[in-house]
């Protein structure tokens, strides 16, 4: 594992401007980019400010969007992570459609799992012998998951398919995520992390303190690409002395 790039900013709206600046910078270097959008609150702040200040210093027609997880729920659900991304982001910029690749949270879960592993085979070129995202953005649960990767369900690290059905431990909703082998080929894998409920986790994950085995977010090891923190001051209390 090579170490990972921690990058910490006074706040949530800097994380966002910050990433937004790096995925912008990265993007100019590329022609054709795979790319796997997070879920949850965090990225949300991030799509508005690629949507107010992005839509047009981004050539989009690059940019294949995947997700690393969904929830098994319909489009237009408020928990669905297409459904936020749609909202807050796809809608205003100029991506062609065949460039948005959902995972249909609507379809039954394990032949969902089956056709979404089947579209990234078709679309994510391999390296090595597993499709190779150029960008895994992952965000990380207060109980130190990641896509949907939960602590009881550790086996998803290991998984041969490249995606696998999940069930929240709490809430019991089913979802569908990529698993650990497909994250771990990715050729660039950034964490997007705010707020002090997750500073204990970050902590352990990014120092492998404590019972950080037992968190999947530090089993996440890009094995042939960089590791990235792009953190708020709150969530990287513990990590300061960290810092590149
Ligand atoms: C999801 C995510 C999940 C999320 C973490 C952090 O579908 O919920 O993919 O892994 O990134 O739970 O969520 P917050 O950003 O809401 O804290």
Not at 28 to 47: D, E, H, W, Y
Request: proline residues 6%; charged residues 25%.
């Amino acid at each position: 594992m090579q170490d990972p790039h921690i990058s910490i900013y006074k706040d949530n709206p800097q994380v966002a401007e910050s990433f937004a600046v790096f995925l912008a910078f990265w993007l100019k270097q590329r022609n054709r980019v795979t790319i796997a959008l997070s879920g949850g609150s965090t990225p949300t702040l991030l799509f508005r400010h690629l949507a107010e200040q992005y839509r047009d210093r981004i050539d989009w027609s690059k940019v294949h969007f995947f997700w690393g997880d969904e929830r098994c729920v319909p489009p237009d659900d408020a928990e669905s992570n297409y459904g936020t991304a749609r909202e807050l982001l796809l809608q205003y910029i100029a991506i062609p459609a065949g460039n948005i690749h959902r995972i249909r949270g609507e379809a039954e879960p394990a032949e969902e799992a089956r056709r979404y592993e089947a579209e990234i085979r078709e679309f994510v070129p391999n390296a090595g012998n597993l499709p190779a995202f150029d960008l895994v953005l992952l965000g990380m649960g207060s109980d130190g998951h990641t896509a949907s990767i939960f602590p009881d369900q550790m086996e998803l690290l290991e998984a041969d398919s490249l995606c696998s059905v999940a069930r929240h431990p709490e809430t019991g909703q089913q979802r569908i995520t990529l698993t650990g082998p497909v994250i771990n080929n990715a050729r660039q894998v950034a964490f997007l992390v705010t707020g002090a409920g997750k500073a204990e986790k970050v902590e352990e994950v990014i120092k492998k303190k404590g019972a950080w085995k037992d968190y999947p977010a530090a089993h996440i090891d890009p094995e042939r690409g960089d590791l990235y923190w792009f953190l708020d001051a709150e969530a990287a209390r513990g990590v300061m002395d960290s810092v590149d």
